[in-house]
């Protein structure tokens, strides 16, 4: 009470108190790690052009040094004053340059949250980036005739060969002090409180560069490739190669800003932090950190990244329980969906349906300005499927995200709320030819976060199930689906499994039923097909079904396009709905183009590890079952039975877009719950925004703050 009536109305601390001004080494290192999970989780090519742009400033950096050094006749200290230009574009504007990412990476490899090939990719894409932007400048400088003005093309080839002369190790170490000063930016860049301070420092620190005579890689790179162009017009004679200049003048400059940037600052800046440096990544225990071989191999031998940022967010859901995630686009027709989502809950003690209302927005609308009106519709337009689903005895959260994408939202949420399953509807921006989850760019570079269900419906009817199976993961989750609609629905349940031929009947009758007493389905009907055609099978067994559960293709990409997809044939030819099931797995580049046969499943690699006494993927199975159905698969016509052909990955390096509004209605039954699984907060400018349908304001307002601070902290 006292400190409540010491502050004044505009909040300033009491007397006698002191407000820090500056952030303390684990704070800065916590904020160093928060930016290198986000860097890391980023698509290739998103890295990629992001080092192009920073390569292009970079060669900003060298024509303002050599114009300025034309117009000052080499004036030692003028002709750098615009030196730290292209570098201040770089570290303002978010690029990314190859010395500037020495310290975050390494700070995530250091704590065994990233493995050393992660670091290493992350590096060689981002240096990819600056060497084809740098190349791109050099080719625009020499060939473009920037350099116009008298004694320019003479300055920058003084200025470029000054390096060739310089052996191995003066070059080398000039180079690791240049890491240094651009490390110890990055730095004293996370420990500022303000963008002038930041600015004061890049712009003192890079001006050493020049004046010390140092070295930076890209800027060297660009220096050698110019002086090849300007040998080719006839500019330069001194017989420059390109191996000789990389050799001899990029890599010892390479290695340099690498060492000085890694040992020199990371290093002890690292071991200057308290044990408490990264609390939030050690919320379940030293488990969640790689392991050795996980952290020297990376997916060779597992996993290769531990999401800092998802294990924040995961601690406001930690006490969920069972959660099925269920993306809407009409609260007015999609009903069935979250019919069925709530049916699978309720088979669990503590099964939550997390509706989310999707709602794609005009690319010219403001999100920030409309986003709450429509929220507040999509509240009132959920209110009857908050209803259907406490008709199940779950508890129901709900949540409206407002942006100007939809369909890539779905696997935004995902990642950021970490459901056990999704279960969404097709819609018409999705293809049922891709037979996957997800479109098929995000299927060769991407991961699940969890298992998916795919609804296509026509009168939703769970009374009579098929399941064709030939033994793979993906039917292992339509089995849990079947065996929870079993008990939950009183579902008739058959199992198909198709053989080539008569004589491979008795096999596959052994099969099946050895499959369907390892998946908790004993008791379902068995049918064995000997015609040796899948796609027939299924059609005429769903003449008498009203659901048919099939598994994702695990046919490659480009295998599809010269092959007819077996899904495409059988959501056509059947009448009933469809359910399509997909688990993450871990396939290579070669598997995701041209596979075709058995795949391989287990913790997506850089996806949600979860805590395996905890969770194991979606476990449909009920309270009173011993544990999770072993995994099967639905089969394909070429090389293993084409109805489960196969799962894809998805990174959670996908952020969400920073054009997404989200927000959350939260009913009276979520404070048990621990929130609404929706308040990971997106980068800025997204808005999160909480709603109480209590009629304990009070209780509820206290809940609403305790969530906000939550996402606050792991924002």
């Given at each position: 009470m006292r400190?409540?009536?010491?502050r ?8 006698g ?5 500056r ?8 904020r160093?790690?928060?930016a ?5 989780t ?5 890295l990629?052009f ?11 950096t ?6 300025l050094?034309?117009a000052?006749?080499g004036?030692?200290i003028?002709s750098v004053?615009l ?6 574009y770089?570290?303002i504007g978010?690029?990314?340059?190859y ?10 490899t250091?704590e065994?949250?990233a493995?050393?090939p992660?670091?290493?990719?992350h590096?060689g894409?981002?240096l990819?980036?600056?060497f084809?932007?740098g ?11 920037v350099?116009s ?9 003084y ?7 310089v052996?191995f ?8 002090m240049?890491g240094l000063?651009?490390?110890?930016v990055?730095?004293?860049g996370?420990?500022?409180t ?10 003192l620190?890079?001006?050493a560069i020049?004046?010390g005579n ?7 790179f ?6 090849l162009f300007?040998?080719q017009?006839?500019?330069y004679t ?10 001899g003048f990029?890599l010892?400059?390479l290695?340099?800003?690498?060492i000085?940037?890694v ?5 002890v ?10 609390e939030?990544a050690?919320?379940e225990?030293?488990t969640r950190?790689?392991t050795v ?6 997916r ?8 800092i940022?998802d ?7 930690a006490n969920?329980?069972y ?11 999609d009903?069935?969906i ?8 309720s088979?669990?003690e ?5 509706i ?5 927005a005009?690319e010219?609308m403001?999100?920030?300005a409309g ?14 499927l908050?209803?259907t689903?406490?008709?199940y ?8 995200v407002?942006?100007h994408r939809?369909?890539?939202e ?8 970490r ?5 969404m509807?097709?819609?018409e921006d999705q ?7 997800e ?21 939703l009817d769970?009374?009579?199930v098929l ?7 993906d039917?292992g989750l339509g ?8 008990r939950?629905a009183?579902?008739e349940?058959s ?7 008569p004589?491979d009947?008795?096999?596959g009758?052994?099969?099946?039923t050895?499959w ?7 008791g ?7 015609g ?10 769903a003449?008498?079904?009203?659901l048919?559960?099939?598994g994702?293709?695990e ?13 495409l ?11 399509l099931?997909?688990?993450?797995s ?11 046969g058995?795949?391989?499943t287990?913790?997506?690699?850089g ?6 006494g ?11 079952d ?7 698969a ?14 894809t990955?998805?990174?959670p390096?996908?952020e969400?877009?920073?054009s ?9 039954d979520d ?5 609404d699984g ?5 980068p800025?400018p997204s808005?999160?925004t909480?709603h109480?349908?209590s ?12 969530r ?8």
């Open positions: 400190e409540v009536v010491e004044s109305r505009s909040g300033a601390p009491a007397v108190e002191a407000v820090r001004d952030f303390s080494s684990d704070e800065v290192f916590q160093i790690v928060a290198a999970d986000e860097e890391v980023s698509g290739g090519r998103e990629f992001s080092g192009v742009a920073a390569g292009l400033a970079i060669t900003i060298f024509m303002l040094y050599v114009s050094t034309a000052t006749d004036h030692p003028l004053l030196y730290p230009l292209g570098f201040v770089i570290i978010g690029y990314q340059l010395t500037e990412n020495t310290l975050p990476p390494v700070a995530l250091l065994r949250l493995s050393l992660t670091l290493l990719r590096w894409i981002v990819a980036g600056n084809t932007g190349a791109f400048g050099a080719v625009v400088l020499s060939y473009g005739g350099f003005e008298e004694g320019a093309v003479e300055s920058a080839i200025i470029s060969t000054g390096g060739l002369d052996g190790w003066p070059l080398f170490f000039k180079a690791a240049a000063i651009v490390a110890g990055v730095w004293v996370f420990a500022s303000n963008s002038v301070t930041r600015l004061l420092v890049v712009y620190a890079f001006l020049p004046l140092l070295y930076h890689v890209v800027v060297s660009t220096e050698v490739l110019y002086l300007a040998q017009l006839g500019l001194g017989g420059i190669t390109l191996l000789g200049g990389l050799g990029v010892p400059v290695l340099g800003n690498t000085g940037g040992v020199l600052v990371t290093l800046n690292y071991f200057q932090t308290s044990e408490e440096r990264l939030e050690r919320f225990g030293m950190r790689l071989p996980e952290w020297v191999l990376g060779a031998a597992g996993r290769s990244y531990v999401p940022l294990a924040t967010e995961a601690t406001l859901f969920e329980g959660r099925i995630m269920v993306p809407i686009t009409n609260p007015r027709t009903g069935p979250v019919e069925l989502a709530s049916r699978l809950a088979d669990h503590d099964g939550l349906v997390h989310v209302h999707v709602v794609q005009p010219r403001s999100l920030s986003a709450g009106r429509i929220a507040d519709v999509s509240e009132e337009g959920m209110a009857g908050r209803e689903a406490e008709g005895d779950v508890d129901v959260s709900t949540s409206t407002v942006s939809s369909f890539e779905v696997f935004n949420m995902a990642r950021r709320t459901p056990e399953a999704v279960l509807g097709w819609g293809l049922w030819s891709a037979a996957r989850a479109r098929p760019i995000d299927e060769l570079t991407n991961q699940l976060p969890c298992d998916f269900l795919i609804l296509s419906e026509s009168d769970t009374s009579r399941l064709p199976t030939s033994g793979g993961p039917s089995a849990e689906v079947a065996s929870v609609l079993s939950t009183g579902a349940v199992l198909l499994h198709v053989v080539d031929g004589e009947r008795a096999a009758e052994g099969f099946l050895n369907a007493a390892e998946n908790d389905l004993a379902a009907n068995k049918i064995v097909d000997d040796g055609d899948v796609e027939g099978a299924i059609a005429r067994e003449e008498n079904t009203t048919v559960i099939i994702a293709t046919k490659g990409l480009l295998s599809r396009l010269v092959s007819d997809s077996l899904h044939d059988v959501i056509h030819d059947v009448d009933c709905s469809v359910l099931a997909e688990r993450p871990s396939r290579s580049i070669r598997d995701r183009l041209f596979g075709s058995r795949r391989v287990g913790p997506p690699d996806g949600v590890e979860r805590d395996d905890a969770s194991r993927g979606a476990e449909l199975s009920g309270p009173d011993s544990g999770p159905a072993p995994l099967a639905v089969g394909s016509d070429d090389g293993g039975d084409a109805a489960d052909e196969g799962a990955e998805q990174r390096d996908d969400p877009s920073e997404t509004v989200i927000t959350d209605h939260v009913g009276p404070e048990e719950a621990g929130g929706s308040d990971g907060a997106p800025e808005v999160v909480d109480d349908d009629d304990d304001e009070e209780a509820d307002g206290e809940k609403a703050d305790g906000r601070d939550a996402t606050d902290d792991a924002a």
